[in-house]
Structures are given as C-alpha cells and as structure tokens.
C-alpha cells in the first residue's frame, strides 16, 4: 500500500481540535441531542454565509464558514460518543455536506461575478468541482474496495482557507480560492493515484458498471 500522503492542516492538529470538543460533546450527548441536528445546522449557516457573500459582507461569511465547519465536525464525533453512527447517518452527512460546498461557493461566484472579478469567479468554479472531486473520488475508489483519503485539499482544509481569506482581505480570498482551485484537483488526482498503487483489477472478476 502507498504510504500516506500529507495534508496542508497535519492529522495531529485536527486531533487536537478535536478533542477540544470532547466537554462540549459530552454535554450536548446528555442533554440528548442528535447528530443530524448539526448536520442540518450547518448547511443552515453555510447558507447564511453564502447570503452573507452574495450581499459582500465577506467578514460575515467568512466567520459564518467557520462556524458551519464547526458544526461539521461536532456532529460526527457526536455521532460517535452518543452511538448513533449509522451507514445512513454518514450518507446523510456526506450528502449535506456536499449541498453545503454547493451553496457556499454559489455565494462566493455571485459576489466576484457582481464585483467583475470574472477570473475568480472561473477559480471558484474551479475550486467548487475539484471539492466535489476529491469527495468523489473517495466514495467510488472505496466502493471498489480501495482505500482513498489521502490528499493536500480535504475538507477541512478548503473550510479553513475560505473561512480565514473572508475573514482576512479579499485579496487573501482570491489566493485561497485559487489555491484551493489548483490543490483540490490534484487531491482527485492523488486518491485515484493512490487506488491505482494498490492493484489492477483482476481478470477473473466481474467487470464493474459505470456510473
């Protein structure tokens, strides 16, 4: 097997965030409250964040991707602690997910088409079908029963970067729009990679549909 690629944002530290959340979730667990409540919540906010761009309050919408990110990240370990991690579970929250990347982005071409910055606005479109690539290439390398999560440009790394470049100075939006544009595309492309290193398909097996 190939060995495990870098992240922009190490493991360790997404760990460390992590289990910053443990207090919190343990109260949340008690109090009884269910993971897809978050998931749902988020893409609330992420919707908010994407009125937020549309009307160029980037400040507003950079904090409010921050704050879906959180979100995001306190429903699976919820999930996880309360026992309720279920194979739908996880489809609704991939889904969701996914609606989020689609609205987030749908706000930010909207404030740079408005702002003729035409160029950005071609990144973030860019940016917005690499994100969904990298989700992809996952999803279908390990239905073929190949491992995939490797890659630069994760979720949570495109968050971080959208989130903190609003927050910042459009300037800094604009560099992290097409960082993310560029790294996420490689990320798809470093998780087929990573498939294709752990073996060829053998001869005597059923051939797979596509899709």
Not at 94 to 122: C, H, K, L, W
């Amino acid at each position: 097997m190939a060995p495990t690629m870098q992240r922009l944002l190490p493991e360790s530290l997404q760990n460390a965030f992590l289990n910053l959340l443990s207090p919190l979730v343990k109260i949340l667990a008690n109090r009884g409250f269910h993971p897809n409540s978050f998931t749902v919540a988020g893409l609330i906010i992420t919707s908010m964040a994407a009125a937020a761009f549309m009307m160029g309050h980037l400040r507003t919408g950079g904090l409010l991707i921050l704050a879906g990110g959180l979100f995001d990240s306190i429903d699976g370990k919820l999930a996880r602690s309360t026992g309720k991690a279920t194979r739908f579970g996880a489809l609704f929250d991939s889904a969701i997910d996914r609606y989020s990347e689609f609205i987030m982005f749908f706000g930010i071409v909207a404030y740079f088409v408005t702002n003729n910055a035409y160029p950005t606005a071609v990144a973030a479109f860019m940016a917005l079908c690499g994100s969904i690539m990298v989700s992809y290439s996952r999803a279908r390398a390990e239905s073929l029963g190949f491992e995939a999560q490797a890659g630069l440009m994760q979720r949570a790394e495109r968050l971080v970067l959208l989130g903190l470049g609003a927050l910042i100075h459009p300037v800094i939006l604009k560099l992290a729009i097409w960082l993310v544009a560029i790294l996420a595309n490689i990320t798809a492309l470093q998780r087929i990679r990573r498939a294709a290193q752990q073996g060829e398909i053998k001869n005597d097996q059923k051939p797979i549909n596509e899709r």
